[in-house]
């Protein structure tokens, strides 16, 4: 995977540099929005990661002229304004996701990894295949090892969110904005809980288990 | 603020209809008032006119007894009586001796008047009406002249008539003229009206741009442009603010928090590593706590957000119980929800939902399990959320809404969760209260003084 990071505060960068190298991620510089826009046609990147407050020109005004230029690539907005109001305005404006600043690595990480993994064929597969389960997205069924799994319409999402991120953390944010369309995070701990029980269903009566809980961190379905 | 609707209001209560009518009741009223002075006028001129001729006739009719004597007066009197009347109103004559006998004359009978004093009055005479005087002439004769007032009568009738149509065609037109007028006006007071609903939605580039004329209308259409251009650069100054403040403020705790995360990294000391992530989520809840502060700020001056729309409350909250259903069970609640179907509302859909689901963290995180929490939905809108738990206490109940705000109370949060609901409340033209259960207490969320929330304000 090869990121641009668009990016006005060099040690900001620098410590996302540093991240990305950690996980054997590429990633490119660009201080300012004009010389980010000029990188951006580059077919080598595979997702962009824009700061909103730029010097000049704005992340967001820049996001803008991406997309009106045509270029569809994944944009992460990082941004320092953490505002309910503020992510609206930036996945609005055609960011595919929204983090705010200070993150945890693996949050960013995660979020890379799940703008990169949209991008490629099997999010848009008919059906979605982890080792021993199956997921029909038009029929809305789940299978492990041939047993049906009765799961709520929200529980199939939460799967099949789960699959599209297959071997990846996803985050409870990820989850929260992705699966149940909230952007802010209930007191209650109901994502945690959710998960407990769609693990429950996919792991009843199967000797080893598929759902991982990354402590301090969030979920993964593991390798089978 | 109240909230203002795009919807009509009813005609009766639009100032410019009630002015028309009000107009029209004017005209039908002067037209009345014409009709009735009009009559009585002319009756009272006609009278006169009629009262003159009768006087004339009996001083020619005297004229002729004293020159000509009784037997004169008598032929004279056949003579008049004999003329048939044409266009002119119908005479009476009578001539009765002392002991009251009839000489002359058509009336078969004299009227009850006092000759003595030549009183006149009106008689009917057949079914005639008839304005008579009786005069005492020499030698103790009654002479008696009449003239029939249905010549008056029936003019006063065409008069009246034709006062009838012109003050139908007057009313009509007034009605008509009003009811255009009040039209335009209403249009217009109602496009100045939309432009600050427009506004309170979120539009702030909404203005009434009338330009054109000089009367009052344009002049406070100037004023609401001006007003609506100031209050629109006051926004974007405080959003600016804001946005600043969060961007100076968070970019020295990232620098922090990365150099924290650096030196966890260098240090292999487990004790110094786990006091430095206690640092790192130290960062994590002042940005936290202060993005919830941005956030009730704003929403409390009224910091618009354009991404307004009708929703359905019932789908929006049965998501949220099944979210939080496996949060109950866990946490050994009995909780359920009663949703009346097809609820919508206009507004903020996300906003809404959080101030439902800080409700329900309010009600998950005091109650002792085994409580029921209860969230129910109804029109107006109405949002409950209740449980049978501790409940709050009577001092409590006034304070429960403030920032800051927390009960003697276990675990985490700002103490800006029911804040923030009594916010999001307002802006949706709602009001937020609590009330004790018996046993527990009841979060409300409903329209002001039980009236239909109508929108969403700024």
Redesign the interface.
Known sequence: MQILLIED?P??AD?IMAILRAEAIAVEWAATGELGLGRCGDNAFDVIIMDW?LPGISGIDALARLRSAGIEKPVLMLS???????R?EGL?GGADDYL???FE?AELVARLRALHRRTTVQARQPVLIHGDIELHVRARTAHRAGKHLGL?P?EFELLKYLMENAGEIVTREMLLRNV?K???D?????ID??L??LRRKLEDGFAYCCLETVRGRGYRLMAP | MAPRPFAKRPAAASIAIRQALLSTLVTLLAVIFLTIAASIAIERSMRADMQQTIDTDIAGLADIMVNGGEAELVLRIADRTALTPGAAPRSYYALANQKGRLLAGNLEALPNLDAGRSQSAERRVGGDPVLVRATRLRGGLTLVVGRSLRGIQALQQRLQLDFLIVGIIAVVATLVAGFAVAARLRGRVEALSNTFTRFERGDLAARSGAASGHDELVQLAGHVDTHLDWMARLLSAQRDIS?NI??EL??P???L??RL?SVIGHNGDPAVASELHLARND??SI??L??AL??LA?AESG?L?P?TMSFDLSELAA?LV???A??A??AGLDFKARIAPGITMHGEA??V??LI??L??NA??YVPPGSRVRLIIADGPRIIVEDNGDGIAASEVEQIFQRFRRAAAP???HGL?LALVKVIAARHGLVARVENAQPGARFIVEPQHGKRAKGLIG
């Open positions: 505060d040690q900001t410590a407050m320092a304004l953490g505002r309910a109001e503020h609206i609005d705010t600043k200070p690595p709520s929200k149940w909230l952007n802010f209930p007191q209650t701990n109901v809980v959710n407990v029980r | 946005d969060a961007h968070r970019t705790l990232v620098h928090d990365t995360l960062i994590r940005v936290s202060f993005d941005l956030d704003l910091g957000n991404n998501d099944e979210l939080y496996a949060s069970e866990e996300m906003a939902t959080r689901a800080n329900l963290d998950f995180k675990g985490t949060g969760g």
